[in-house]
């Protein structure tokens, strides 16, 4: 169901299905302890069922409730609130807490984190019936995600889009391929401004990628050392693209994520012995 | 009152120090002047030394250092210019011959080191007054002195942490001490400490307690050149993506034997001391690394107004008015808090976490904002001035040691919530004005008095006290009345945090739950605002632009933004006033904190 395309994939972990609230989420701790990354993939009318029985909804969406209540087209409606508790699940997963627990909460630019706990980055994306979360706790994380039979215009679209670099090496292509190439492109670059928090304000011919899409380039196709990121894209449920870029700050960070062992015990016993 | 600006007293003094050398400046022992201005002088005579940053001849200019960075090694001429200026006396309190008086002006006289490079502050000088924070905070006279004598030699000091929750790299694993007939048998492997191998000083804080608890652990004084052959193990060098040039590099002790007066306060002091020298350390980082987004902040301005343009268009205004703001905001926290040690050293422990939490992490969004205004020109890494972005956002994460290091301030922090709620928010008085006032005298910064829990919340009455003096003008137009209204809002979250934190469990293992975590980062976000209303309320008028509402409007509303309080949009010409006063800045080479520096001569 999962198919990697290039490189990046083997330290990132390829992205898996979650099928509801009730999913096997050990699989994103295995996956965490593994790479420090998680990647996981649902449709929302996986979710539907929880979303319309769960009587803990407004306190499980937190500050999103207003946001829900507003909305009122119900596919909008609940495809927003099955990815708020895609990302809550997973989340908590690797958390080892519960999803009502978390306050999802949003950066200037629109990128969501969980209020408090900084060792893990979210990033969430979604398209047509696909949600994909993906978690870090190396660095920063984004993924985004388009339906893989997307046509975007070369011509339309291609000097806003591409790098003059990446111009020119899709130029060549025939149209289903530059069209393929292209899309690949356009998720590899929101997935890398994601990470960055700046959704699309970061100008997407100002920053490109090689030819295999592993790596960083400038807009005249230098490539760009940038050692600490690693990009993958895959194709899942046979009918999406889904890129993923994700930072690796270098702290070599605890495999440690949980809540509940965060804070230092030591320094919180000495706090407490002199507080009244 | 001020009676001349800052800026003008640096000017002349950059000029007077042109003519200087190094060696003729800070002869080591000579007493230093107490005040701001004779920080400033000493900042601005270091501006003069390092010179123009952005000429690609000068050697400790911006592309020397990064060029430096990137083969991974220390700027050695750079290094030697600042040895030259017996910078080392800037660690060293005054009573022992040294210029460390308050902290708020060792991080006035540090900025021009960090403002060019981050990893060669900490490589080559502050880890030594990290270090020697637990012999300043509990040494014998003895101790003191020694430490003293070293530093103000050039010698450098650096620090062995023990391992806190969620350790990373530089603060994974630890060493223990085991007490024998004529002092302490040492043990452990470290990979990761910065100067390992070049220090003449190391401060351990080593596990001398096997039992968990506040009491597990002490600190000791070891002069390398004393360890027997064989028991200490020098490591090789290890390379982080961040601070390339710093010198990081392991050690390990195989019973080293350390004698009985090595031990620094008394056995089991190591936590408590910790925590008294991790809030001096952690207010002076705020206050260095705001210096050091100054200089990317200067990279965009120049980008997006070509040089010394006049204006900036389009979609690059909002991110440099913001991040502008938010530098002005990270100041005002950083120096609210330096300043706090000196003047409330018993209860400045709490605002010291808090500003440690939310100053990196507005940094570092400050910073993403900024890449977007850099575009394509960031990945110009041969160019001095957009390999600034880079370099920060490769070494903010050391310098501010990521999650590990928000987790130590929320574990100081999460404790007190529900004793600050019961007891002192809306029943404190505000703290004396000087706290807020850049020029006001202060106490010189004692360790000994600084105190690590209890003793309320001086910034939460600050905000109060702000709000209520600003509530004559809610509901007005303009400025002014946004100002007010987001004053109420964040008195209005304290109220609603005081409610959420009585309900809190008094301490224990559910204490340490996501609800309480989410509790702290709300309530760090309150009395940053604090920081900036009490900032703004004390200005004279000397500089209209701080005086005026605008900067504080703005760094109010991102940060309202950030712990989800509601934010009423800007009222028209906010971001232009910050915008214009922005270039203004850039234009005239002046820094872009509270301070507003002249920097290059």
């Known amino acids: 169901m999962t198919t990697p395309v290039p490189t990046g994939a083997g330290r990132i972990g390829a992205p898996f299905h979650v099928s509801g609230p009730d999913a096997p989420w050990h699989r994103v701790r295995a996956a965490m302890d593994r790479h420090g990354t998680a990647v996981v993939h649902t449709t929302w009318g996986e979710w539907l069922a929880a979303v319309v029985a769960e009587p803990a909804l407004r306190p499980l969406l937190g500050r999103d409730w207003q946001r829900y209540r507003r909305t009122a087209d119900p596919t909008v409606r609940y495809r927003f609130v099955a990815s708020r508790l895609v990302t809550k699940y997973t989340a908590a997963a690797a958390l080892h ?180 | 009152m001020r009676t001349r600006r800052p800026v003008d007293a640096t000017r002349e003094l950059t000029n007077a120090a042109m003519t200087t050398t190094a060696e003729t400046i800070h002869p080591p022992g000579t007493p230093s002047g107490r005040t701001a201005a004779d920080a400033f002088a000493r900042a601005a005579r270091l501006e003069a030394l390092l010179g123009d940053p952005y000429d690609p001849a000068n050697p400790h200019g ?44 060792l991080v006035r006289a540090l900025r021009p080191v960090f403002r060019r490079d981050v990893a060669l502050g900490f490589g080559y000088g502050i880890t030594s007054l990290f270090a020697a924070g637990a012999v300043w905070a509990a040494g014998d006279a003895r101790q003191r002195q020694d430490v003293a004598d070293l530093l103000l030699r050039g010698g450098r000091a650096t620090i062995l942490h023990h391992e806190l929750a969620h350790a990373n ?55 390398p050149r004393c360890a027997p052959p064989g028991s200490v193990r020098h490591l090789p060098r290890v390379e982080l993506p961040g601070m390339r040039g710093a010198l990081f590099s392991g050690l390990e002790f195989t019973g080293a034997p350390v004698p009985a007066g090595a031990l620094v306060g008394g056995t089991g ?79 400045a422990h709490l605002f010291a976490a808090a500003v440690k939490y939310v100053v990196p992490d507005l940094l570092r969004e400050g910073l993403q904002e900024l890449a977007t205004v850099l575009g394509a020109r960031g990945f110009d890494h041969a160019g001095p001035e957009h390999g600034a972005l880079d370099k920060l956002v490769r070494d903010l994460p050391v310098a501010g040691l990521g999650h590990a290091g928000s987790a130590s301030c929320q574990a100081v922090l999460v404790p007190q919530l529900r004793g600050l709620a019961e007891r002192s928010w809306f029943a404190e008085d505000e703290p004396p004005s000087g706290l807020f006032r850049a020029d006001g005298e202060l106490p010189d910064l004692d360790y000994r008095l600084l105190g690590i829990a209890g003793g309320g919340d001086f910034m939460a ?49 559910a204490l340490a739950g996501p609800a309480a975590l989410v509790l702290a980062d709300r309530y760090t976000g309150v009395v940053a605002a604090a920081a900036v209303l009490g900032v703004w309320e004390s200005q004279d008028g000397t500089d209209p632009f701080l005086a005026g509402p605008a900067w504080a409007v703005l760094a109010l509303s991102r940060l309202a933004g950030r712990i989800g309080v509601p934010v009423p949009t800007l009222p028209a010409g906010v971001q232009e006033e910050v915008l214009g006063e922005l270039l203004r800045r850039q234009r005239a080479g002046l820094g872009y904190d509270l301070d507003a520096v002249a920097h290059t001569p």
């Open chain 1, 97 to 276: 807490t519960e999803p009502v627990e978390l306050d999802l909460a949003y950066r200037t630019g629109g990128r969501p984190y969980l209020r408090g706990l900084d060792q893990i980055d979210v990033s969430l994306t979604h398209t047509d019936d696909l949600i994909a979360v993906g978690i870090s706790r190396v660095g920063r994380i984004g993924v985004d995600a388009e339906p893989a039979g997307r046509r975007m215009s070369y011509e339309l679209l291609g000097r806003t889009v591409l790098t003059p670099a990446e111009r020119a090496a899709l130029e060549p292509l025939a149209d289903a391929e530059r069209a393929a190439a292209m899309l690949r492109l356009w998720t590899l670059k929101e997935a890398y401004t994601k990470a960055l928090g700046q959704g699309l304000r970061l100008g997407f011919d100002e920053f490109g990628f090689d030819a295999d899409g592993s790596g960083l380039a400038a807009p005249d196709g230098r490539p760009v050392r940038r050692d600490a990121w690693t990009f993958a894209t895959y194709r899942v449920l046979g009918r999406y693209v889904l890129s993923v870029a994700r930072h690796d700050a270098g702290l070599d960070s605890s495999p440690d994520t949980a809540a509940h062992t965060m804070l230092d015990e030591g320094f919180m016993d000495a706090v407490g012995e002199l507080l009244p």
């Open chain 2, 62 to 105: 911006l592309r020397a250092l990064f060029a430096a960075d990137a083969r991974r090694v220390p700027p050695a001429e750079t290094e030697s210019l600042l040895a030259g200026t017996g910078l080392g006396a800037e660690f060293v309190p005054a009573v022992h011959g040294g210029r460390l008086t308050r902290a708020d002006l």
């Open chain 2, 169 to 223: 790299a530089i603060l994974r694993h630890e060493f223990s001490a085991r007490a024998t007939a004529r002092g302490y048998r040492l043990d452990g492997r470290k990979d990761v400490i910065i100067n390992a191998a070049r220090a003449d000083l190391q401060v351990v804080y080593a596990r001398t307690g096997t039992a968990r608890g506040p009491r597990s652990h002490s600190v000791f004084l070891l002069d």
């Open chain 2, 269 to 347: 002091d190591g936590v408590g001391l910790a925590l008294r020298v991790f809030q001096v350390n952690r207010s002076v980082i705020c206050g260095l690394v705001t210096a050091a987004a100054g200089t990317v902040l200067d990279a965009a301005v120049r980008s997006a107004a070509g040089g010394r343009g006049a204006t900036v268009t389009g979609r690059r205004r909002a991110p440099l008015a913001g991040v502008f703001a938010d530098l002005l905001a990270a100041d005002a926290m950083s120096m609210v808090v330096l300043r706090a040690l000196s003047l409330l050293p018993d209860r």
């Open chain 2, 461 to 509: 009455a600050s905000l109060v006290g702000s709000a209520a003096r600003l509530a004559g003008a809610r509901g007005a137009p303009g400025a002014r009345g946004a100002l007010a209204g987001l004053a109420e809002a964040f008195v209005t979250e304290l109220r609603a945090l005081r409610e959420q934190c009585r309900r809190l469990p008094a301490s224990g293992t």
